[in-house]
């Protein structure tokens, strides 16, 4: 387990500078001058002496490659520049964010478990009954509503009119359950279906006659048997909803005021602002890695022939 | 039982007590699209305008009446060469730190600004300043180059010229801490939260009635809006911090108050007259009169800003009174068209004159509803008149790229408002950065207009100057290269229990010291 850990995380290197290379080059092949954004950022007029004198300072002046070796000679050395927008050290920023976005999407994949996977089992043990079309209905509506609109839609129901929740900011585990909402409800919905469809996949296997037959209580039969095996399958996907939720934070941060890492990324993009989206790149790509890497290894303990299949390799 | 306990569940919840938001008696939640930055009084962004004004005071003042007003200098005097200005400085001003504030702090200040002249190289005055003097505690002085008729105006700025206290100055031009005059200090800034600022008991001048303004980092418009709704935050104010609609509802809604600013400076579009087909002062002058600009401020703006009736918001400028915009007229404009040979092909909507097709580019900021809503709404006007506007969104890069190259046929454009208009404003047409200079660089009389305006900055005779800004104006209006759309405006909205909110005399400046609430 400890091998297939330390694999995959030696596999981040190699992707991280792919990312880097390919990310660098999309954003200066792109139309617009970037030292005309430094000064536009800094809100200094354009003059030609002062386009001049930034071009030197940022290293603009030189060849393409120059200018991405040099930022790599920095990154390696976790300096990742100065951010245009907030003249601050990028890696600054991003640790200074992204425990707020970590803990936004924490709290939404906590909703997507503690939620999603107890419906869906509910929903499949009443099939056909009213608890299964109503968690189906709801279901069909959460995803097909786009989380900012229901993020404002959340705000509108209960701070504006009932007044119970904060409608904006990072004060206090109150203000946490709105985004939190708005960032889980497409995945919660999907893992909810999909534990649904596990469940009644498992319910229909042989091994559950035989257990009954064994004279085990209905409770064990689903904790014992059912369960187990019909976790895998949402759990597989939960990789998935991790990138989900992270994309989908950076939305909801904004409706929020939530002071996260998604926030600074759509002000960088809109900014044009090259070293913090660089920054950024590298960041959501070393977490979106890392996370995956922990599904799998929740996967690989939930499922025997992965751990043991890994062990014959 | 499981029906029964979501009901139960439910019927709680209803019963649920709203969540007290009420902010503390004597203390404003304001809110704004990023934190304060670091404060630095000769910084530019990330340094937020509003805060800085807060913290840091200028020698003169720019009043809500336009005019110039004492503030750190009580006295001044421009000697006969009109190149030394004396100030007489108030006496017992002291920093937030307890240092006192003397000719030897400003000098302090200033003599860090001309060590890094070449940041500040947009500003007139940074040109022409070439050393500050402080023979005595209580007199600063600023020898000039040449003479600088508008030195006052730039001195009531916002940055750079303004004074933080010795101790905290750095040799690289920034500040180690923001350390003032003014009536607040910096109590707290948490990154992407809010920024706190406490009342200075120590004041020199009158004290703020509110003892704290806590500002709250909200870059949504509509988010902002629901935090009002909701009572989170106590006021919105600014030239856009709420779209049109948003602020219309307000207005409607009995428990809010809102208001707008008296005009303070020009939305309007530039017109290219180095490029086909707005080269053609004919074409410059039926875009005048071929698009209903009542129409815009009606309907487009819903009434958040009045129609331009002239280059500069009224009071803004005393050469050029007469200098008004003409009214919508499209069968003027049409005549205006084909008598200058601009004929529509038989069946066809677009006009052409020798072969060449009446088309130009109409450029705007694709991330901004508004300009793209205006633009569809000209581009309709000029249909109308047999002129094709072709849209072209683009981001802000983009967009400034093309207004600096020239790129464009009409472009979005604002004058900079009080205390930049009309001097800085026009000083900024000499240099080819702008959309301004790119605008005019068609016209024959392009080198006498940039001649006049370096000989209106520098003229130290009133009459003289008001000549040359008068003959800057009128051959502008003549040649049309400009065509006002609104005047903009500062909008504010409150709940109604916070009391009179006044506005500021500049875009710059939000009057936090005059709010008291109830």
């Known amino acids: 387990m400890l091998a297939f850990a330390l694999r995959r995380v030696l596999t981040l290197l190699p992707l991280l500078l792919l990312v880097s290379v390919v990310f660098f080059a999309m954003l200066r092949l792109g139309r617009g001058d970037p030292a005309l954004d430094y000064l ?54 991003i640790l200074q964010a992204l425990p707020a976005t970590l803990q936004l999407a924490g709290a939404a994949m906590a909703l997507v478990l503690l939620l999603g996977l107890p419906l869906g089992l509910l929903a499949a043990l009443y099939r056909d009954r009213w608890p299964d079309h109503l968690t189906r209905a709801l279901a069909f509506l959460g995803v097909s509503l786009p989380n900012f609109w229901l993020g ?42 999909l534990m649904r469809a596990s469940v009644l996949g498992v319910l229909g296997e042989r091994h559950l006659v035989f257990a009954r037959a064994r004279g085990l209580p209905e409770r064990g039969v ?66 979106f890695v890392l996370c995956n890497l922990l599904v799998d290894l929740a996967y690989a303990w939930l499922d025997p022939r992965i751990r043991l299949g890994a062990k014959a390799a | 039982m499981l029906r029964r306990s979501l009901l139960g569940a439910a019927t709680l919840a209803w019963t649920l007590p709203r969540v007290s938001r009420a902010a503390a008696p004597d203390s404003l939640v304001f809110s704004w699209p990023s934190n ?66 003397d000719a030897a702090a400003a000098k302090a200040n200033i003599d ?160 290219n007259s180095g490029r086909a087909a707005t080269d053609d002062l004919a074409v410059r002058r039926a875009i005048q009169q071929g698009i209903d600009r009542d129409a815009l401020a009606r309907h487009v703006l819903q009434g958040t800003e009045p129609a331009a009736t002239s280059l500069f918001a009224p009071g803004m400028s005393k050469a050029a009174p007469g200098l008004m915009t003409l009214p919508f007229d499209p069968m003027a404009a049409v005549t205006v068209l084909e008598q200058a040979g601009w004929q529509l092909p038989p069946g066809g909507r677009v006009r052409q004159k020798q072969g060449a097709v009446l088309a130009l580019d109409l450029c705007f900021s694709g991330g901004d509803a508004l300009q793209k809503a205006l633009a569809e709404a000209i581009q309709s006007d000029l249909g109308r008149i047999g002129i094709a506007a072709r849209l072209l969104g683009a981001d802000a890069a983009t967009l400034q790229a093309r207004q600096r190259s020239g790129d464009f046929g009409l472009v979005f454009t604002e004058t900079w408002g009080p205390p930049y208009d009309p001097h800085a404003f026009l000083g900024a047409m000499r240099a080819p950065s702008h959309a301004d ?18 000989a209106l900055l520098a003229a130290t005779n009133a009459t003289a100057r008001e000549a040359d800004e008068q003959w800057v104006l009128t051959t502008l209006h003549e040649q049309a290269v400009y065509f006002p759309i609104s005047f903009l405006t500062n909008k504010q909205v409150h709940r109604k229990g916070l009391g009179e909110v006044p506005f500021g005399g500049t875009f710059d400046e939000i009057p936090f010291h005059h709010i008291r609430r109830g």
């Open chain 1, 40 to 93: 536009r950022l800094s809100q200094i007029p354009p003059t030609e002496a002062a386009l001049a004198l930034v071009r030197q300072q940022l290293g603009l002046d030189r060849s393409l490659p120059a200018q991405y070796l040099s930022w790599l000679a920095d990154a390696v050395r976790l300096d990742f520049g100065t951010s245009w927008a907030t003249q601050r050290p990028v890696l600054e920023d």
């Open chain 2, 437 to 454: 200079w790119q605008a005019q660089r068609g016209l024959p009389m392009k080198a006498a207009i940039d001649r006049r305006i370096t």
């Open chain 2, 36 to 101: 304060a930055g670091p404060l630095d009084p000769h910084g530019y962004g990330p340094n937020q305008m509003y805060a800085q004004a807060m913290l840091y005071e200028p020698l003169v003042r720019y009043g809500a009446s336009g005019t110039i007003e004492p503030c750190l200098a009580t006295r001044w005097a421009l000697d006969e060469s009109g190149r030394a200005w004396t100030f007489t400085l108030r006496p017992g001003v002291r920093f937030s730190d307890g240092t006192a504030f």
């Open chain 1, 222 to 287: 689903i904790a014992r048997h059912v369960l187990p095996n019909a976790l895998i399958p949402p759990l597989t996907t939960l990789g998935l909803h991790l990138g989900e939720l992270l994309g989908g934070a950076m939305v909801v941060e904004m409706v929020f005021a939530w002071p996260g890492l998604g926030r600074y990324a759509l002000l960088a993009i809109g900014n044009r602002d090259f070293p913090a989206l660089q920054g950024f790149v590298l960041a959501m790509t070393a977490v």
């Open chain 2, 112 to 271: 860090i600004l001309l060590r890094h002249r070449e940041r500040h190289g947009w500003l007139e005055l940074m040109s022409r300043i070439e050393a500050a003097e402080a023979p005595d505690p209580a007199t600063l002085r600023l020898r000039l180059d040449q003479p600088y008729d508008p030195a006052l105006f730039d001195l009531s700025l916002v940055r750079p010229l303004r004074f933080a206290s010795p101790a905290v100055l750095l040799p690289g031009g920034s500040v180690s801490a923001p350390i003032g005059t003014g009536p607040w200090r910096l109590a707290e800034s948490r990154r992407g939260e809010r920024d706190v600022f406490l009342r200075r008991e120590d004041y020199w001048g009158e004290k703020p009635a509110l003892r704290q303004v806590v500002v709250k980092v909200v870059g949504d418009a509509n988010t902002r809006a629901l935090a009002l709704e909701a009572g989170e935050i106590d006021l919105v104010y600014g030239a856009d911090q709420l779209d049109a609609d948003t602020f219309r509802r307000f207005a409607a809604d009995a428990r809010f108050t809102t208001a707008i600013s008296p005009p303070m400076a020009t939305r309007m579009l530039a017109i």
């Open chain 1, 152 to 193: 404002f839609l959340l705000v509108l129901l209960f701070s504006v009119q009932l007044g119970w929740l904060p409608a904006m900011g990072r004060e206090g585990p109150a203000s946490l359950i709105l985004p939190a909402i708005a960032t889980a409800t497409v995945s919660l919905c999907v893992t909810l279906r």
